[in-house]
């Protein structure tokens, strides 16, 4: 079943602004995945950020969670065009290494 | 090293038809995932393989649908008797280990008329 929510679900931007999502989740996780799907094809994997992990950064890529309010976030720095995409969170609750992913968030960053 | 492929990359056929959806997991990935993304959607799990394990087949949404996965490696999902509500991208994902992230495929985009 689905349980991670994106909000908002759509961002438009300028080019070298930030761009932040938001997802949340219901039940215990082992960790969290976020995504990025281009032209509605096959997903790329961003960043992972464990149950016993509060921040991680990768690139020009920052993630925070949050394990007592269920949520995190993915902030994008400086983002660019190329940035422009569907930003998917999932979450893996270690049982049957299946992942339930939200619905997703589409940013427009604009040149 | 070459990644997850799938084939066909696009597949329009008639109510009622019977499709197969093929998926190349990396080499040696032991766990292979199938999901259905429906337009403007998240993904959907439909079934779940783990090496020689019994494969988690909760997610699939019908009697209709089946996957087989031979030899570890390549899968099979199959759809008898399509209906225009099975038309979705239909994505493929693979993962070396218990924990961490999926590789998935570029999908393919099914279209029942």
């Known amino acids: 079943s689905q349980q991670g929510e994106e909000d908002p679900q759509a961002l438009s931007i300028q080019e070298g602004e930030n761009a932040t999502m938001n997802c949340s989740y219901k039940?215990?996780?082992?960790?969290l995945q976020w995504y990025r799907q281009n032209s509605g094809r096959g997903l790329v994997h961003l960043i992972l950020?464990?149950?016993?992990?509060r921040e991680k950064h990768s690139g020009r890529l920052r993630v925070t969670l949050d394990t007592s309010k269920k949520s995190s976030s993915l902030l994008i720095t400086a983002s660019r065009a190329a940035d422009t995409a569907s930003y998917f969170c999932a979450t893996d609750n270690g049982g049957n290494n299946r992942l339930a992913f939200g619905k997703g968030n589409q940013v427009v960053v604009i040149p | 090293g070459a990644g997850v492929s799938q084939s066909p990359s696009n597949k329009v056929t008639e109510k009622g038809k019977d499709v197969e959806l093929r998926c190349d997991p990396i080499s040696g990935h032991t766990a292979l995932y199938w999901y259905r993304q429906s337009l403007g959607q998240g993904l959907e799990f439909l079934i779940y393989f783990q090496g020689n394990s019994a494969p988690d087949k909760s997610g699939l949404p019908s009697d209709r649908f089946s996957a087989e996965r031979t030899g570890g490696s390549v899968s099979t999902l199959t759809i008898q008797r399509t209906q225009q509500e099975d038309s979705a991208v239909y994505l493929c994902a693979s993962k070396p280990r218990l924990e961490g992230e999926q590789y998935f495929g570029p999908g393919t985009r099914l279209t029942v008329t």
């Open positions: 039940t215990s996780i082992n960790n």
């Open positions: 950020i464990r149950s016993n992990e």
